[in-house]
């Protein structure tokens, strides 16, 4: 996922990775994260790095899609 203050956008991998994603998040939420997921293709920092504390370069592709920025 795409960490910032606390705060996890969670991944949403392909099927072959899908079964990593619910231990994945009980770990976040076990050291105290809040967690959001999202409906579309997301690698999370992977693909995504937050700059200058609120804006996002997020790239695109075969791990992400492009309307996670939405």
Not at 3 to 32: C, D, F, I, M, Y
Not at 38 to 63: C, E, W
Request: hydrophobic share 35%.
């Amino acid at each position: 996922g795409l960490t910032w203050k606390n705060r996890v956008l969670l991944s949403n991998l392909p099927n072959l990775r899908k079964a990593e994603e619910v231990h994945a998040e009980q770990t976040l939420k076990n050291l105290g994260f809040e967690t959001r997921r999202t409906n579309v293709l997301f690698s999370g920092q992977g693909d995504a790095m937050i700059i200058g504390g609120n804006r996002v370069i997020i790239g695109d592709g075969y791990r992400t899609d492009a309307r996670v920025a939405d």
